[in-house]
Each structure stands twice: as structure tokens, then as C-alpha cells.
């Protein structure tokens, strides 16, 4: 079992699961298209579930299981994810726990619940479309009705509703955002060796742009005027338009369904600026509507890969000196979290970073030690004269 892309007449790719014989494995394909069609997502949604699919249906294969004996007994696969390497097996084909007393776990927490998210898709998608039996879903969900809950959470109509909520998940623990430290972003900017490449950072660090709508933005995107109504824009000040594409050569798309519009500071309306003019030294780049594209390697002009904004980021860090390098998500999570120190609320930052839930950006509420020591210190203490009980 394997995850394998899939790319239509039309251009458009998404990512299935093929057995042993290179056969597409319909429970899977159909869930991964509906998500990939039916729901539109992204095509990088399908192949992390495309991946998590795999192992599960690997693992049945493996010890003999089928589809419905293997969700019967999630708990052991579970363990199997926890202690077992990837790809071990034992000489008779079933998986072997490879992990002893005291040993790190092959995979964390956050990664089990991850692979469990995309079973139990695929698993509640065949039961609706009535290629798999019913009674799997209360082996994977506790479901209950609404009659426990106050009047004010039930649906107006006076309907019976039903919830579901999902029986088997590993414990995470309670950590803040992986960001990149301030002065580490500063160095990473000033280790950059081109006007792109610090365009690039910016945007990602005090932007909030992720790698695929950074690399995926268009020249028609950018507006830095303090007035945009004569492009047809009615928002004023200096920002770009994050827009969903699929049609961009390299791949390159913003992972919210939603358009939004991100602000730009005085520092990245600069950086544009000294890239415009950077850009425009190269002829080949003048035919792309791209924003960022190919300056110092052939093909010139043609548009930037997404491999490519991870290199350059990890190449500036180990100019810098940082160790372990920074990666593009740390810069997004970095501006999430600035954007919470500032007091921006959740509603503002999850609008900033294209959350689709404000259970997306609960994370950067969380304060850092300084700012938990900062609370504290700000205090008042007791009042001269007043008398401290012991």
C-alpha cells in the first residue's frame, strides 16, 4: 500500500492509495476524491491523508486484517504507529514492535491523531456512500444526542440533533507554536543575498503568507498605492490579495478556500520596491505574472518552486549561524504570534493567516514566559501600611 499522485486531463492532481498489485484502492479513492472535489481541498490535504490511509491499510494487510476487522481494532493499531518503525514487519508479514522499555516512540502523538483524522474520514465517507457496514461508526465515534444539552446549544427548530466525537485519540501535550525567535528572523533577512530573498522572508514573517501563496502570488495581487480604486480595489493602504489558484505552472496554491487581504508594513513595501528592480534586470522575467521567479539559475524567469523557498530559507539560517535551521512554517507561526503579543484578537489574526476556525489560531493566545512574567511583574503590590496576613 502507498500513497500515489494522480494528475487528471484537466491539469488537476490529487493524491490516492494504490496496493500491492498498483491497483487503486476504491474505499480510499473515493473518500480522497470527495475531499479533493467534493470539499474542495487542497491537493496537499489528499496526500497527507493519501499517506495516513496507507498505513493503516498496510498495517491490516500486514497482520491479516480486513478493512473491518482493522477498525475494530484501532487501539492496537495505535500501538503499532507508537513502537513500530516504518515498514517493519516480521518474517510471517505481521508487524513487529520494535520499540522497548524506556525507547523513543516511532511516531509522536500529534502524528497518530493525524493518520486516526484521515481513517475515520475514510471510514464515516464509505458508510454514507454504502460501500461499508454501519455499525463501524460507533467503533470509531461516540455519538449522542442532544437532549443533555442546555436549551440555548439545541437547534432552534426544536429538532433532535446528533453530535459525534471521535473515541480514539493519542494525548498531545499542551505546547506553544514551533516560531522563529525574533533576532533569528532579523538574521535570516540579513543573511539573504538577494532583494527576493528577503521579500521572501518578510512577507512569510510580517505578512503571514504561507510558502505555497507566497510562491503562488501574482504580480496582480500586489497593490502598494495608499489608494488601489483606480485597479478596482476598494482597500486602502498598501497590501496583497492571497487568492486560491489551481492553475499556476508551479503548483504553487493558498491552502484557504476564502480570498483574503493581508496589510503590508513600510519595511515589506520597500523590499518590493528593491526587488522590482532587481526583477526587472532579468529579461526573462518580464513575461511572468508570477511575482517571484527564477533570477540566478536557469530557466531564468521561469516561476520559483515550492522546494525552493525552503532552500533559500535554510541557507540564509546557516549563514546566520542559526542551528537547526529555520524552516517557512516557523516565520508564519512567528507573525501569529507577534500579531497575538500586540493584542490582536483572535478573530484579527485568524483573518490574517487564513484560518477557516478561530479553533485554528487558539493557539497563539497561549503567552510565552516572558510575557506570563511581564503580567506578573505589573502587579501592584500591597499598599504602604497595610498589613500582609501570614
Same mark, same amino acid.
Given at each position: ?31 480522497? $476524491? @470527495? =475531499?479533493?472535489? +467534493? ?10 491523508? %493519501? ?56 511516531? +509522536? ?16 465517507? %464509505? ?25 440555548? %446549544? ?14 480514539? $485519540? ?6 506553544? &507554536? ?8 532579523? %538574521? ?12 521572501? =522572508? ?7 503568507? $504561507? ?29 496583497? @490579495? ?8 508551479? +503548483? ?26 532587481? $526583477? ?13 521567479? *527564477? ?13 525552493? =523557498? *525552503? ?27 507577534? =500579531? ?35 503580567? &506578573? ?14
Amino acid at each position: 500500500m502507498r500513497a500515489f499522485l494522480v494528475r487528471l486531463p484537466s491539469g488537476v492532481r490529487y493524491w490516492t492509495v494504490l496496493d500491492e498489485d498498483l491497483q487503486v484502492v476504491p474505499v480510499a479513492d473515493g473518500f480522497l $476524491r @470527495h =475531499v479533493r472535489f +467534493g470539499r474542495d481541498g487542497a491537493e496537499s490535504t489528499t496526500k497527507s491523508y %493519501a499517506c495516513s490511509i496507507a498505513l493503516f491499510l498496510r498495517w491490516c494487510a500486514r497482520t491479516g486484517r480486513g478493512l473491518q476487522a482493522g477498525i475494530e481494532q484501532v487501539g492496537l493499531f495505535m500501538v503499532g504507529l507508537a513502537h513500530a518503525g516504518p515498514g517493519a514487519s516480521g518474517t510471517d508479514g505481521s508487524a513487529m514492535v520494535l520499540s522497548g522499555p524506556g525507547s523513543a516512540p516511532a511516531r +509522536g502523538a500529534g502524528r497518530i491523531n493525524a493518520v486516526l483524522t484521515a481513517v475515520r474520514g475514510m471510514v464515516a465517507h %464509505a458508510v454514507a456512500a454504502g460501500t461499508a457496514p454501519g455499525h463501524l461508526v460507533p467503533l470509531l465515534y461516540e455519538i449522542a444526542d442532544d437532549r443533555d444539552l442546555p436549551g440555548q %446549544a439545541r437547534a432552534e427548530d426544536g429538532r433532535m440533533s446528533w453530535r459525534m466525537r471521535a473515541l480514539h $485519540r493519542a494525548c498531545e501535550a499542551d505546547r506553544p &507554536v514551533s516560531r522563529a525567535a525574533d533576532a533569528d528572523i532579523a %538574521a535570516v533577512v540579513t543573511a539573504c543575498r538577494s532583494a527576493r530573498d528577503r521579500l521572501i =522572508v518578510l512577507l512569510m514573517a510580517r505578512a503571514g503568507l $504561507r510558502r505555497g501563496e507566497v510562491a503562488g502570488l501574482r504580480r496582480s495581487d500586489v497593490h502598494l498605492l495608499a489608494d488601489s480604486r483606480t485597479l478596482g480595489c476598494g482597500t486602502a493602504g498598501a497590501h496583497v @490579495h492571497v487568492v486560491r489558484r489551481e492553475d499556476n505552472p508551479n +503548483g504553487a496554491w493558498a491552502k484557504s478556500r476564502r480570498q483574503r487581504v493581508v496589510p503590508l508594513d513600510f519595511l515589506t513595501v520597500q523590499a518590493f520596491d528593491t526587488y522590482q528592480f532587481e $526583477r526587472m534586470a532579468v529579461l526573462g522575467a518580464m513575461g511572468s505574472d508570477l511575482v517571484f521567479v *527564477n533570477l540566478f539559475r536557469p530557466p531564468l524567469g521561469a516561476p520559483m518552486r515550492l522546494d525552493t =523557498v *525552503n532552500d533559500l530559507v535554510a541557507a540564509a539560517s546557516r549563514r546566520a549561524g542559526i542551528s537547526p535551521v529555520l524552516r517557512p512554517h516557523q516565520l508564519w507561526h512567528a507573525f501569529g504570534s507577534d =500579531v497575538a503579543a500586540a493584542g490582536g484578537g483572535i478573530d484579527v489574526f485568524a483573518s490574517l493567516l487564513g484560518h477557516a476556525s478561530a479553533a485554528s489560531s487558539q493557539v497563539y493566545v497561549h503567552p510565552d514566559p516572558a510575557r506570563l512574567r511581564d503580567a &506578573v511583574e505589573k502587579v501592584p503590590g500591597p499598599r504602604a501600611g497595610t498589613a500582609v496576613p501570614r
